[in-house]
C-alpha cells in the first residue's frame, strides 16, 4: 500500500493517489470528511481555517462505495486559491506580489531557498506547508476503514500543551471523548489551562506546541519483522511520525522514560493462561520491531509553529539586512490538527504492515488471512 501526494498550500488542490488497496473495501465519505474537518478545528487556529472547508473529492478506484482494487486517487479543493490565485496560477501569474524574502527561522525558508534555488521563499513554503497533511487524513481515514474490518482501531489525545500536562492513564474507550474537547485532552483542568495559555501567547504573538498519545488496539501479534531494520514496526510508525511537519520527537512504549530504569521495571513480563498474556505494556505494544498483541502506544512531540505573529530576529534572504520574519496570519498551536494527522498516519502504516504481510486482491481474503493467524 502506498500513498504519493502532491499540492501547494495557496494552489489549486491537494492531491493523493493510494495504491495497493484491495477491492471491496467499502468506502465511507462521510466519515472522511468528517475526520477533514476535525483537523481544521481544535483551539488556537488561525484565520486560514474560516476559508477553508475541506472536503475530499474521490476521482478514481471506487464504484458505487466500494473499491475496485485500482488506483484510488483524489482532490482535496483549496478555497483559499480564489484568493491566491492571481500570484499561484500555473497557467501565468504575478510573481512579484507576495513574495517572502524575511525568512522565518523553524520553517523551510532558508534551507529550501538556497536547496532549491530561488529568491521567494513563496517557492519553498507553499509545498512545506502543514496544509499538505489534509491527504494524509484522507488516505488515513481510508486505513482505518481497512483495518475496521479486522477489529483494529486507532485513537489517541493530546497529553500536553506548552509545558501543561494531563499525567493520567486512560483505556482505549476513554480516548474518544477527548475529541468532544477544545484541545483534545482529557483532563479538563489542564486543558483550561491550556486554553489560558494559549489566549495569552496569542496576545503576545507567540505560539505552543505539545505531546500526542495515539493507540491502535487489535492488532494481533506478528506485523513489523525483526529481520531488516527498515521493516520493523517501530522503524515504520516512528519515521511515518517524524515525517511530519513540526513533529521533532517520537516514544514508543514507555520510551525515554525506559532510560533510566532497571530491566525488571520495564520489561512486560509473560504469563500463559491458555493465551499468552501480560499485566503491564511499557513495550507500547511493539517487542523485536513486531506488534506484539497488546495496544500499541505511541507519543509524539510537536514543536511551536513556526510563523510567530511578533515575529523572530532574521536576516532577508535578498538584501542580507537584519529584520523580523515574515506574518501575515498563523496559528497559535495547531495541536489538535497534528492529533487527527498522526492518528491518519498511524493507521496508514499499521494498514501498509497489514497489507504487506496479508497481501490480497479483495477484503475477502484480507479478512480472512486475518482470521486465520494464531495470536
Ligand atoms: C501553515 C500556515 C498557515 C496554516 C497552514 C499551515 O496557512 P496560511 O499561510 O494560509 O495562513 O493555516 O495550515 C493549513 C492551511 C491547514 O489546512 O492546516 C504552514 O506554514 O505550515
Redesign the pocket.
Known amino acids: 500500500m502506498k500513498l504519493t501526494t502532491a499540492g501547494e498550500?495557496?494552489g489549486k488542490a491537494l492531491l493523493g493517489i493510494m495504491e495497493g488497496l484491495p477491492s471491496n473495501l467499502e468506502i465511507n465519505i462521510n466519515q472522511i470528511d468528517e475526520f477533514l474537518s476535525l483537523?481544521?478545528g481544535g483551539y488556537g487556529r488561525?484565520?486560514?481555517?474560516k476559508i477553508?472547508n475541506?472536503k475530499v473529492e474521490i476521482l478514481s478506484g471506487v464504484r458505487n462505495k466500494k473499491t475496485l482494487g485500482s488506483p484510488l486517487a483524489f482532490s482535496i479543493k483549496n478555497a483559499?486559491y480564489d484568493n491566491w490565485q492571481n500570484y499561484m496560477a500555473p497557467e501565468g501569474c504575478d510573481v512579484n506580489k507576495r513574495q517572502l524574502t524575511a525568512v522565518r527561522p523553524g520553517?523551510a525558508d532558508l534551507t529550501g531557498l538556497k536547496k532549491y534555488s530561488q529568491t521567494d521563499a513563496r517557492n519553498i513554503?507553499e509545498r512545506?506547508?502543514?496544509?499538505s497533511?489534509?491527504v494524509n487524513v484522507v488516505a488515513g481515514t481510508i486505513a482505518r476503514q481497512y483495518l475496521k474490518t479486522l477489529g483494529v482501531e486507532v485513537s489517541g489525545y493530546v497529553k500536553s500543551i506548552c509545558g501543561i500536562k494531563d499525567e493520567n492513564r486512560y483505556s482505549f474507550e476513554q480516548l474518544e471523548e477527548a475529541k468532544k474537547n477544545k484541545l483534545f485532552m482529557l483532563d479538563v483542568t489542564a486543558e483550561s489551562k491550556a486554553v489560558e495559555i494559549i489566549d495569552e501567547l496569542k496576545t503576545v504573538g507567540d505560539s505552543a506546541g505539545g505531546v500526542i498519545e495515539i493507540r491502535v488496539k487489535g492488532l494481533k501479534s506478528g506485523f513489523g519483522s525483526c529481520m531488516q531494520a527498515d521493516e520493523k514496526l517501530d522503524s515504520l510508525l516512528c519515521s511515518a511520525v517524524m515525517g511530519v511537519?513540526a513533529i521533532k520527537g517520537v516514544e514508543i512504549g514507555s520510551g525515554f522514560c525506559a532510560a533510566d530504569l532497571r530491566g525488571s521495571q520495564v520489561h512486560d513480563q509473560i504469563f500463559y493462561n491458555g493465551k499468552f498474556y501480560r499485566t503491564t505494556n511499557n513495550a507500547g505494544g511493539i517487542e523485536g520491531g513486531m506488534s506484539n498483541g497488546e495496544e500499541i502506544v505511541l507519543r509524539a512531540a510537536m514543536k511551536p509553529i513556526p510563523?510567530l505573529m511578533k515575529g523572530l530576529k532574521t536576516v532577508d534572504f535578498v538584501t542580507k539586512q537584519p529584520t523580523v520574519a515574515a506574518s501575515?496570519?498563523?496559528?497559535v498551536c495547531?495541536i489538535c490538527?497534528a492529533e487527527i494527522v498522526l492518528e491518519s498516519i498511524t493507521a496508514f502504516t499499521v494498514a501498509q504492515a497489514v497489507s504487506k504481510r496479508l497481501g490480497g486482491d479483495c477484503m475477502e481474503q484480507v479478512i480472512k488471512r486475518y482470521g486465520e493467524l494464531n495470536d
Open positions: 498550500s495557496h483537523r481544521q488561525g484565520g486560514r481555517q477553508e475541506d483559499d520553517h513554503l512545506a506547508s502543514a496544509r497533511t489534509a511537519q510563523t501575515e496570519r498563523s496559528d495547531a490538527a
